[in-house]
């Protein structure tokens, strides 16, 4: 056995692994603040699992991408669940990458020597933000749709390049076919594949420089700054000083990573359980009336946007969110005072309120300010040919002698529950030629070469949904005659 | 362990005694810690896997479409001794995507009283077959015989296999007539076995 073990090792190299990774001397005093990275990691990995779950039942064409999501929410087992764990650990990771940022901002752990990580983890936050804009789309409910409409809107106010950014994200002239395939191939495999990478090198760089200790520990008779010649060497020795061989990676570390990893997860289920993903009526483009809500934390931008003049609009968009990555990526290259704790640098420490009570503000009163409803709950979607079956009732002014629950004209009998009581060759063979049935219809025939014969097809399968207030249990009865044949 | 801010630990030596009480109280901590992780990641692992896996075999689960009546057309006015063809085009859901389908019944009556209906697909692999009048020599000496063009299998007008691969007779259908319309209850059922077993 023992042989077997070694015989393994020498090729695999799990004991040199272990000792380098997990069996490390860690600082003595780490806090629960220190468990945030790996709960966004959790997350992660529960945002892999549960997307490929969707990804299996989902078609991404306009045509079929609101029927599969509606499939996998309503028929298949475990769908609804698998969706709301997908929806709430994407808000649990945006919640938890803030979080964790604004740890090691106030720990000042971005400083000497973890200034590459910090960059890194500010990518990440970039990619995560790029997942979010992509993921929000797929459904293609009215929701995805008109958000989307808006975020690229905005996209296109960039000064000089705004036109060609919006083309390039719409992958055409118009929202469609081609934005949609983009946006999952991005949300799937370009996406994926960055954060993958990152998150391996931003894990690498854990393993390289060790956890950040708490900021006492590395500022005692520290040189005043993280590039003063001695500062390398302090830092030594003073990281070394923090630890006193008690605490190792594996367990002490992940022991409590996995404890808040488990409440975490609890947590998503429960949200998931009780409030699952929301799927709105299908994408309607050419519903005027809609109005679209960003995800919450597109709320403090989407609400400053609508405190400034519109002259300024694009600047605002456009300039905040960007001035923001900037400032981040430039910090550890600006702020190289030895100082960490966040009690001793008033600046950051000024910064970081301004910034969240900010966003705060803003999101409090972008919520006062609408009224979040809650999704309209739809019934099962109208099939395709049915839906260019409702455009065809309108078009060729049905509703003039028709009525559907109320609305329409009276000339002729009432469709609302029509699906009820006739088949749908019945339908097709009538509204081909009505004179066949009734000899003294005032019904015109609509046959070629009004409708062809496939648009009839289209028109009786949507009068065929017209249920009425029937429940989907019930069986319709069907009242079909047939004139003789050879008429 | 005192918490004062004078003299921070890492400043300090070891509180504990020995070097051994030392290894003994760590080491009971970290096999709790092992267990802990050990629970925590089963939990985690549970709570995503069981809905995983329940969504992927759910296929496995979903039910039979409803079977329905189909009508075929005035029972009066279908031909007698000879078997008639009637194609049935249909509106199905295929997970997410609605299609049409054509699906195909033979139907075969002496009276046009009492009625056989064959489902259109053979037994073997469910090719859809035809009626042979004539004898083809390549094929069958018989007469008045359906034949599967796939594997050439041989079926008399009554459902019986002459010859060929088919493991069973035709499949017959439940048929009923009403207001004078010739209905047949749909059913597909599993090619290539000896039972007649609906899908």
């Not at chain 1, 945002?47 to 490929?52: A, E, F, K, P, R």
């Not at chain 1, 001793?344 to 970081?352: D, E, K, N, Q, Y």
């Not at chain 2, 549970?46 to 809905?51: M, R």
């Not at chain 2, 439940?174 to 077993?197: M, N, T």
Request: aromatic letters at 12%; one cysteine or more.
């Amino acid at each position: 056995m023992k042989r077997v073990r070694d015989w393994l090792d020498v090729r695999l190299g799990a004991s040199a692994l272990y000792k380098g990774v997990l069996d490390r001397d860690m600082p003595d005093r780490l806090t629960w603040w220190h468990t945030l990275g790996s709960a966004t990691f959790t997350t992660f990995v529960l945002l892999v699992v549960t997307g490929i779950v969707i990804a299996t039942y989902y078609s991404a064409s306009p045509v079929h991408a609101y029927d599969s999501v509606w499939y996998l929410q309503n028929e298949v087992l475990g769908g609804a669940l698998i969706r709301g764990m997908h929806h709430w650990s994407a808000s649990a990771m945006v919640v938890l990458l803030i979080a964790h940022m604004i740890r090691v901002f106030t720990w000042g752990a971005y400083k000497y020597p973890r200034e590459a990580n910090w960059w890194v983890g500010v990518l990440l936050f970039i990619v995560v933000m790029g997942f979010s804009f992509t993921g929000y789309l797929l459904p293609w409910d009215q929701k995805a749709y008109w958000a989307t409409q808006v975020g690229i809107g905005i996209a296109g106010t960039t000064p000089v390049i705004g036109d060609v950014a919006a083309t390039v994200l719409r992958g055409g002239p118009e929202l469609g076919a081609g934005t949609l395939a983009r946006f999952y191939a991005f949300h799937t495999l370009w996406l994926p594949g960055a954060l993958g990478l990152l998150v391996l090198v931003h894990m690498s760089l854990v393993v390289r420089h060790g956890i950040a200790p708490e900021a006492r520990a590395l500022e005692a008779g520290a040189p005043k700054s993280t590039s003063h010649p001695e500062y390398p060497a302090y830092y030594d020795q003073a990281y070394a000083a923090s630890k006193s061989g008690r605490k190792k990676f594996w367990p002490d570390i992940i022991a409590k990573d996995i404890v808040v990893s488990v409440v975490v997860v609890a947590l998503i289920m429960a949200l998931a359980l009780r409030f699952g993903a929301g799927l709105e009526p299908p994408a309607n483009p050419s519903d005027a009336s809609y109005v679209p809500t960003p995800e919450w934390y597109f709320l403090p931008l989407y609400q400053l946007l609508t405190l400034v003049p519109g002259s300024l609009e694009s600047l605002v968009a456009v300039g905040v969110p960007t001035a923001l990555i900037l400032a981040l990526l430039a910090l550890p290259l600006v702020d190289r005072r030895s100082k960490r704790s966040i009690w001793r640098r008033p600046l950051a420490a000024g910064a970081l309120v301004f910034v969240l009570a900010g966003s705060g503000y803003l999101i409090g009163t972008a919520t006062r300010a609408r009224t979040f409803e809650a999704p309209e709950q739809v019934g099962p979607p109208i099939p395709a040919s049915a839906r260019t079956g409702a455009a065809l009732y309108r078009a060729n002014g049905c509703s003039d002698c028709h009525s559907i629950a109320g609305e329409g004209g009276n000339e002729g009998p009432e469709l609302t529950d029509i699906g009820m009581r006739h088949t749908v060759g019945w339908l097709h063979s009538f509204i081909e030629d009505p004179a066949r049935f009734h000899e003294d219809s005032d019904m015109p025939s609509f046959g070629l070469p009004q409708l062809t014969h496939q648009e009839v097809e289209e028109l009786s399968l949507y009068l065929e949904t017209l249920r009425g207030d029937a429940l989907p249990s019930e069986q319709p009865e069907f009242f079909d005659t047939f004139p003789p044949i050879g008429r | 362990m005192p918490r004062g801010f004078r003299c921070p630990r890492y400043a300090r030596a070891p509180t504990l005694r020995t070097p051994k009480q030392f290894s003994v109280t760590i080491m009971k901590r970290r096999s709790f810690l092992k267990l802990i992780s050990a629970v925590g990641s089963g939990l985690i692992g549970l709570a995503l896997g069981v809905p995983v896996v329940a969504a992927f075999l759910s296929p496995v689960f979903r039910k039979r479409r409803a079977e329905a009546w189909v009508a075929l057309g005035e029972a009066e006015f279908f031909d007698w001794d000879v078997p008639i063809r009637v194609d049935i085009p249909q509106t199905v859901q295929d997970v997410w995507v609605e299609s049409r389908i054509l699906r195909s019944v033979w139907l075969y009556t002496q009276d046009g009283e009492e009625f056989t209906v064959y489902n259109g697909r053979c037994t073997h692999l469910a090719c859809q077959y035809a009626w042979d009048e004539e004898t083809d020599v390549t094929f069958h000496p018989e007469s008045d015989v359906f034949h599967c063009p796939c594997h050439h299998a041989i079926f008399r007008v009554t459902g019986e296999v002459i010859r060929g691969p088919a493991p069973r007779p035709l499949d017959t259908l439940e048929w009923k007539v009403e207001g004078g319309i010739l209905y047949a209850l749909y059913v597909d059922f599993r090619p290539g076995i000896s039972d007649k077993v609906p899908v």
